[in-house]
């Protein structure tokens, strides 16, 4: 099977044999035609089907559903539900829910075996919790720090102009230039608002939850954080693995 994680911007994908998957893979999408996604999908070969988390809007999905079909392949959107192996969704309308977010906070659920909170950072930051029954406690979501810089950038004219400068500033610690006080700084936002959500959840549940950390912004916020986390960068694939393995009747 193939394994597929469609962002606004990237599409992400492995492929599942024998319950081992590969290693993750990524390329930009933006304004891929449908020869693009079929030549795509020619390009990974030995599959029989797709698993597709896609939060790229129902064009990209037509796009791909008439590639896979054109391939001969069956293809599969995964879309949140209600409750799902064990795991209750915290919406009162769970399809509001964002897919990655679900299939994400799914994955670690079934590879933590304990409380966790799910840190995804992309252009938006959003983080969940889960109890370690299986009770979504519900979710935050936050502009991420590159947004966060773009709407400095777009704001505030003075800030715009001051930090045009490239300096070689140290890698951490308070900064010395506009530049730096930007970027670390809202790096440094969402950081603390994930060590913050963490405490809270751990004084709710009484046991502090385990930190998976995901997304293709996660490496400015990673040595940032004082709570200790897990890198899982393939966490949205993760996840649609451990759907196919509840589809297949498989436990862990």
């Given at each position: 099977?193939?394994?597929?994680?469609?962002?606004?911007?990237?599409v992400?994908?492995?492929?599942?044999a024998?319950?081992?998957l590969?290693?993750?893979?990524?390329?930009?999408?933006?304004?891929w035609?449908?020869?693009?996604w079929?030549?795509?999908?020619?390009?990974?070969?030995?599959?029989?089907?797709?698993?597709?988390?896609?939060?790229?809007?129902?064009?990209t999905a037509a796009l791909?559903?008439?590639?896979?079909?054109?391939a001969?392949?069956?293809?599969d959107?995964?879309?949140?539900?209600?409750?799902?192996?064990?795991?209750?969704?915290?919406?009162?309308?769970?399809?509001?829910?964002?897919?990655?977010?679900?299939?994400?906070?799914?994955?670690?659920h079934?590879?933590?075996?304990?409380?966790c909170?799910v840190?995804?950072?992309?252009t938006?930051?959003?983080l969940?919790?889960?109890?370690?029954?299986?009770?979504?406690?519900?979710?935050?979501?936050?502009p991420?720090?590159?947004?966060?810089?773009?709407s400095?950038?777009?704001?505030t004219?003075?800030?715009?102009?001051?930090?045009?400068a490239?300096?070689?500033?140290?890698?951490?610690?308070?900064?010395?230039?506009?530049?730096?006080a930007?970027?670390?700084?809202?790096?440094?936002?969402?950081?603390?608002?994930a060590?913050?959500?963490?405490?809270?959840?751990?004084?709710?549940?009484?046991?502090?939850?385990?930190?998976w950390v995901?997304g293709?912004?996660?490496?400015?916020?990673?040595?940032?954080?004082?709570?200790?986390?897990r890198?899982?960068?393939?966490?949205?694939?993760?996840?649609?693995a451990?759907?196919?393995?509840?589809?297949?009747?498989?436990?862990?």
């Amino acid at each position: 099977m193939l394994l597929v994680d469609i962002g606004n911007t990237r599409v992400k994908w492995a492929t599942l044999a024998d319950g081992r998957l590969s290693a993750q893979r990524a390329e930009q999408h933006s304004g891929w035609d449908l020869e693009q996604w079929r030549a795509w999908l020619r390009r990974v070969r030995g599959i029989r089907g797709l698993l597709v988390a896609n939060v790229a809007g129902d064009g990209t999905a037509a796009l791909l559903a008439d590639a896979a079909r054109s391939a001969g392949l069956g293809l599969d959107f995964a879309e949140p539900a209600a409750e799902l192996a064990g795991m209750r969704n915290a919406y009162r309308v769970p399809g509001q829910l964002g897919v990655d977010r679900w299939v994400a906070m799914f994955g670690a659920h079934r590879l933590q075996h304990g409380h966790c909170c799910v840190l995804d950072v992309g252009t938006a930051a959003t983080l969940d919790a889960v109890a370690q029954d299986g009770t979504h406690l519900g979710g935050y979501i936050v502009p991420g720090p590159q947004l966060m810089v773009s709407s400095l950038h777009t704001g505030t004219r003075e800030l715009a102009v001051r930090s045009e400068a490239k300096f070689d500033a140290p890698e951490s610690g308070l900064a010395d230039n506009t530049r730096d006080a930007i970027e670390r700084g809202c790096a440094t936002c969402v950081a603390a608002f994930a060590d913050r959500v963490v405490d809270d959840v751990g004084r709710q549940l009484g046991a502090r939850p385990a930190l998976w950390v995901t997304g293709g912004g996660a490496g400015e916020v990673l040595p940032l954080l004082r709570s200790p986390a897990r890198w899982a960068p393939d966490l949205v694939l993760r996840g649609l693995a451990e759907l196919l393995a509840v589809r297949d009747g498989q436990n862990r």
